[in-house]
């Protein structure tokens, strides 16, 4: 790796130009982040570091997110993980001046930036949100870390940032035309049967197995795995006894803290089931901007509920996948 440098846009004359002082960095940073750093961030540095103390994160305040050097000190360590991409985008130029302003890194705001652009990438894409240009400047803002005096306590983890994901034939980065024949590769099916429902899920998916949990009378199965190649998905079964209570009880507890406005379930078909409702929402820590999807439908089956959770992230093709799931859920009758 020593030597290499990164290429630059091309200048106005027409001549590539190499990115190769922290001068030249900060101005190709400032250049390509331009739109993302003027844009109000969906989700704040402050905002994310109240989602890491599991607090609702309060919107954007121009006074109280100016992020000069004492705010990204307060709140970028904790806070970075939970940004979504336009959000993390909207702050990486900022964390880029920092690092070559406060190289001693007293609060740890360089180490979380470089760890921020290292693999595994979030779903949806952060690291592969970026453009040719944005990515130039972050190469180049690495290489320095890595190669240059002055950074020792980020200079592995930037030599690995590099190696795992920015530079060619990085490790850990997968080819686009992978990724695109991932998404395109026909999904396989199988049925799973329970003594009180059945449902289809992806071949692939893993169960938890089922667990009783006896404080809250109910039985859950929890089944992870990937839809459309890249999409990280989990579906779970909660069976729990109806107790007297209305389904839509149960059902709206199930909901608690779904975003979507005005969120209503609707009577839907399950077959065997002797009731059954749907509510579709969105929900997740962290950004509005990265919602996940989820799909809950609660059928009653004798004196229980069996309650299906489906949660993704909204994608055409995912929808439909989703689809397929719920689609396929069905109660299985016996001795009620």
Do not use: K
Not at 42 to 62: H, S
Not at 81 to 92: C, E, I, N, P, T
Not at 140 to 148: P, R
């Amino acid at each position: 790796m020593a030597g290499t440098t990164s290429p630059r846009p091309v200048d106005p004359d027409g001549t590539a130009g190499l990115i190769v002082t922290p001068e030249e960095i900060l101005r190709s940073a400032a250049e390509a982040f331009r739109a993302d750093a003027g844009a109000v961030p969906p989700l704040t540095l402050r905002g994310a570091n109240a989602v890491d103390g599991y607090d609702d994160p309060e919107p954007y305040d121009p006074a109280r997110d100016e992020p000069d050097d004492a705010y990204l000190e307060r709140f970028a360590f904790w806070g970075l993980g939970y940004l979504d991409a336009q959000s993390w985008r909207h702050y990486l130029p900022r964390l880029v001046a920092y690092a070559f302003r406060r190289p001693d890194d007293p609060a740890m705001v360089v180490e979380a930036l470089v760890r921020s652009l290292r693999p595994p990438d979030h779903y949806p894409p952060r690291l592969g949100s970026l453009t040719a240009e944005q990515e130039a400047a972050i190469v180049a803002f690495l290489e320095t870390l890595a190669l240059a005096d002055g950074h020792d306590h980020v200079r592995d983890d930037a030599q690995q940032a590099l190696e795992e994901w920015w530079l060619p034939g990085a490790r850990h980065r997968p080819p686009p035309e992978d990724v695109a024949a991932l998404r395109a590769a026909p999904m396989s099916y199988q049925a799973v049967a329970r003594p009180r429902y059945r449902v289809t899920l992806p071949v692939g998916f893993v169960s938890s197995g089922a667990r009783h949990v006896a404080e809250e009378s109910r039985t859950v199965e929890v089944w992870s795995g990937v839809l459309c190649g890249d999409v990280p998905t989990v579906v779970a079964v909660n069976l729990t006894p109806l107790a007297g209570r209305r389904l839509g009880e149960i059902t709206e507890r199930a909901a608690t803290g779904l975003r979507a406005a005005g969120v209503e379930p609707r009577r839907v078909r399950v077959a065997g089931a002797a009731q059954s409702e749907r509510l579709d929402g969105l929900t997740g820590p962290g950004s509005p901007a990265s919602s996940q999807r989820i799909v809950i439908v609660a059928a009653v089956a004798g004196q229980d509920v069996v309650l299906l959770t489906v949660r993704s992230w909204p994608r055409d093709d995912v929808d439909t996948a989703v689809e397929r799931i719920v689609g396929s859920f069905e109660i299985v009758r016996g001795d009620d």
